[in-house]
């Protein structure tokens, strides 16, 4: 096949005019930029779009206009190729993006050579703009960062498209009813919760904008208890059109603020409503007893992503009869699930043996070609494989179960096995943790990683996870646990034992998910080593 051309030329009518060649009246794909803002588009007649975009108001600042043909192009690869662009543009972070929501193309699905287009072609694409300093980051740089995997731009699978068509609709549906509407969305780590609100505050943002929507002027919001996740979040906005940093807020200076204000937001999508407080807590500014209630009272909509494997503390613990007591007082929607998995690249027996562990059943380790799980005789060794694989491929780590001493007091404090050292649950600011180069050097806790993806995860199971050579099971030791925060408010459950197990298992859970491509385990307790080593050997 032949090679891409990419044709750049000022953005202005004389320009247009002169276009000549079979590219203006078959498929291209473009884009139109000046120094600080960029769109991207299709079509199947260069000149007639280019003309349309002279009149838009928006597109009158771009100065530059850069056409990429390919004499075997499709509409299905352009629609593919400029889907991608809009992605990879976005998390380059060198412009900010005038695009819309792509609702309607932007699905999941094969087509004629689809590799060739999206894998050899796109790569062929992006060099040459990175040749010619259009953008500034490598494609690996770029799929690593948080800010890609969130893109609101992103293709959705048809069971996401219909979760966010579903949304738009109950919003557009309730936003004038007299009581507040609540629909529930629950999910495993991994399956797209996240990628599907971001979408959704987009998109709705987007019709907040337009007189003919019934959500024309809509006050909307996207909360996340996970100072990670915010940071994410607050990153996009800052590069997206539609949205500003001020549609991401905390649960509590949310409810705060509209307390102050004495006014009810319009819809408010909630992500990680597992994290919501459950009861007060002062020490964060949260004086009333529930955040849930509290947001339902102070929104017309509400949207909550839910899973109740990843509650992690007792002062916000969910459980299907706490979370019935508060919703089952509004109207709703039946709750919605999404199933599919899409972080971790491994088999069904992979995934199922993985969540057995987190129940506490250890079974025969299944093997898997698209899928690497080591279990590691020491964690200095898997540091290492770590280490290498993090320069090879990028976004390899190391996290741990909380069962080493830290406290937010500015000192260092580190995870010590054998002979292994490393600090561990580092704060960065703005920054996510996984993204700073620095941290593969460091040990992630479930504060630092819940949410995000790493390309290897190395799991360190801390003294609290521990094995019961009789029922040949994990034997959770909650008094080794060391995160003091999960466990206050204990004295408030009858059943304080049973959720301690709870919280540690979830944590786990979290953490094991993690990887797309592999998954390391290494036991601090000898026993549990010596049986995942067995198992290993038998595979």
Same mark, same amino acid.
Request: net charge neutral; proline share 2%.
């Given at each position: 096949m032949s090679k891409i051309e990419i044709k750049t030329m000022p953005f202005d009518k004389s320009s247009i005019d002169r276009m000549n060649g079979y590219y203006t009246d078959y498929p291209v794909v473009y884009f139109l930029n000046n120094d600080t803002t960029v769109y991207i588009g299709e079509t199947v007649a260069v000149r007639n779009r280019m003309r349309d975009h002279l009149n838009n108001r928006d597109r009158k600042a771009l100065k530059k206009m850069s056409l990429i043909i390919h004499e075997k192009f499709n509409r299905s690869a352009t629609y593919n190729i400029e889907t991608k662009l809009i992605n990879y543009f976005l998390a380059d972070e060198r412009y900010k993006l005038q695009?819309?929501?792509?609702?309607?193309?932007?699905?999941?699905?094969?087509?004629?050579?689809?590799?060739?287009?999206?894998?050899?072609?796109?790569?062929?694409?992006?060099?040459?703009?990175?040749?010619?300093?259009?953008?500034?980051?490598?494609?690996?740089?770029?799929?690593?960062?948080?800010?890609?995997?969130?893109?609101?731009?992103?293709?959705?699978?048809?069971?996401?498209?219909?979760?966010?068509?579903?949304?738009?609709?109950?919003?557009?549906?309730?936003?004038?009813?007299?009581?507040?509407?609540?629909?529930?969305? *629950?999910?495993? =780590?991994?399956?797209?919760?996240?990628?599907?609100?971001?979408?959704?505050?987009?998109?709705?943002?987007?019709?907040?904008?337009? *007189?003919?929507?019934?959500?024309?002027?809509?006050?909307?919001? @996207?909360?996340?208890?996970?100072?990670?996740?915010?940071?994410?979040?607050?990153? #996009?906005?800052?590069?997206?059109?539609?949205?500003?940093?001020?549609?991401?807020?905390?649960?509590?200076?949310?409810?705060?603020?509209?307390?102050?204000?004495?006014?009810?937001?319009?819809?408010? @999508?909630?992500?990680?409503?597992?994290? @919501?407080?459950?009861?007060?807590?002062?020490?964060?500014?949260?004086?009333?007893?529930?955040?849930?209630?509290?947001?339902?009272?102070?929104?017309?909509?509400?949207?909550?992503?839910?899973?109740?494997?990843?509650? @992690?503390?007792? *002062?916000?613990?969910?459980?299907?009869?706490?979370?019935?007591?508060?919703?089952?007082?509004?109207?709703?929607?039946?709750?919605?699930?999404?199933?599919?998995?899409?972080?971790? *690249?491994?088999?069904?027996?992979?995934?199922?043996?993985?969540?057995?562990?987190?129940?506490?059943?250890?079974?025969?380790?299944?093997?898997?070609?698209?899928?690497?799980?080591?279990?590691?005789?020491? =964690?200095?060794?898997?540091?290492?494989?770590?280490?290498?694989?993090?320069?090879?491929?990028?976004?390899?780590? #190391?996290?741990s179960t909380f069962d080493y001493i830290h406290k937010k007091d500015g000192q260092d404090y580190y995870v010590e096995e054998d002979n292994f050292k490393l600090p561990w649950n580092g704060d960065y600011g703005n920054t996510t943790w996984a993204e700073k180069a620095e941290t593969v050097r460091e040990v992630g806790s479930i504060y630092t990683i819940q949410g995000f993806d790493l390309n290897y995860v190395g799991v360190i199971l801390g003294p609290s996870i521990s094995y019961d050579e009789d029922t040949d099971e994990l034997k959770i030791l909650t008094d080794n646990y060391k995160d003091t925060e999960a466990y206050r408010g204990k004295d408030e459950f009858q059943n304080s034992d049973e959720i301690k197990e709870k919280i540690i298992l979830n944590s786990l859970n979290v953490l094991m998910k993690r990887g797309i491509r592999g998954l390391f385990i290494y036991a601090s307790d000898s026993k549990l080593r010596a049986r995942l080593l067995e198992l290993q050997k038998s595979m």
């Open positions: 695009n819309k929501s792509q609702t309607v193309n932007s699905v999941m699905h094969n087509y004629y050579e689809k590799r060739f287009y999206n894998e050899e072609l796109f790569e062929d694409i992006w060099d040459e703009l990175l040749k010619r300093d259009i953008v500034d980051n490598s494609r690996n740089t770029i799929e690593n960062k948080d800010i890609f995997k969130l893109s609101p731009f992103k293709e959705l699978s048809i069971e996401q498209l219909e979760l966010q068509q579903k949304i738009i609709e109950v919003c557009t549906k309730h936003i004038n009813d007299d009581e507040p509407f609540v629909f529930l969305i *629950k999910g495993e =780590a991994g399956v797209g919760k996240s990628v599907v609100l971001s979408s959704v505050i987009n998109k709705i943002q987007e019709l907040s904008k337009e *007189k003919s929507s019934p959500l024309k002027n809509t006050n909307n919001y @996207l909360l996340v208890n996970h100072t990670e996740m915010l940071k994410t979040y607050k990153k #996009i906005a800052g590069n997206v059109k539609a949205l500003t940093k001020k549609n991401f807020e905390k649960p509590t200076s949310f409810i705060n603020q509209r307390k102050k204000l004495m006014e009810k937001a319009d819809i408010v @999508l909630v992500d990680e409503a597992h994290l @919501l407080l459950t009861k007060s807590d002062p020490y964060n500014n949260f004086v009333e007893e529930n955040q849930l209630q509290e947001i339902i009272r102070h929104s017309k909509i509400v949207i909550a992503v839910y899973d109740d494997k990843q509650v @992690l503390k007792m *002062k916000s613990y969910w459980d299907e009869e706490r979370l019935q007591s508060i919703i089952g007082n509004y109207n709703t929607e039946p709750t919605y699930k999404l199933t599919n998995q899409f972080r971790m *690249k491994a088999n069904n027996e992979m995934i199922n043996w993985i969540d057995h562990f987190v129940e506490k059943k250890i079974t025969e380790i299944p093997y898997d070609s698209n899928y690497d799980l080591k279990i590691f005789e020491s =964690a200095s060794k898997m540091n290492d494989v770590i280490q290498d694989l993090n320069r090879e491929i990028g976004l390899a780590r #190391i996290v």
